[in-house]
């Protein structure tokens, strides 16, 4: 009795450590996921910020239409933000401010006739696909591509 007994010695033990290892593996799994899902959490945020601005200006546009439709309210990726005292300029001004909150927040404005392009452009470097490429638009008709390593969105409406 006493040589098995001793054959057996530190089996249990084995199966704790396996266990303990089976265990973290899961852990790590699972603290993987939440960072993904924060990380995407985040991204969809940010993305649902840059539809609600692009509306609030048309909505301003729409409150000031025959300014918007002569093309007063029209801005390039990168411009200087305006300093008037006109309603647009104010307008634009409190967009752009408030465009800012985004990381790397940008927007622009292309206004012809009755219809206006809006297009709201951050960095989502957080966002599921990092630093690569976030899709490929040349908004202002340069032939570059306005938002190289940023996610952007474009509304396109009637005034």
Do not use: H
């Amino acid at each position: 009795m006493k040589n098995l007994k001793s054959k057996y010695t530190g089996f249990a033990l084995l199966e704790v450590l396996i266990a303990v290892l089976v265990l973290s593996i899961g852990l790590l799994g699972m603290a993987s996921l939440q960072t993904v899902a924060l990380r995407n959490n985040t991204s969809a945020y940010m993305r649902t910020q840059a539809g609600i601005l692009a509306s609030d200006i048309m909505d301003r546009m729409r409150a000031n239409v025959v300014t918007a439709r002569a093309g007063s309210y029209n801005r390039s990726m990168g411009d200087a933000i305006p300093t008037g005292t006109t309603q647009q300029d104010i307008d634009r001004i409190n967009w752009l401010t408030t465009l800012a909150t985004l990381p790397s927040g940008d927007g622009a404005i292309n206004c012809a006739a009755t219809s206006c392009a809006i297009a709201v452009r951050w960095n989502d470097e957080r966002g599921l696909r990092g630093n690569q490429l976030q899709g490929l638009v040349d908004f202002d008709g340069d032939g570059t591509d306005d938002n190289v390593d940023r996610e952007i969105v474009v509304l396109v409406s009637r005034l």
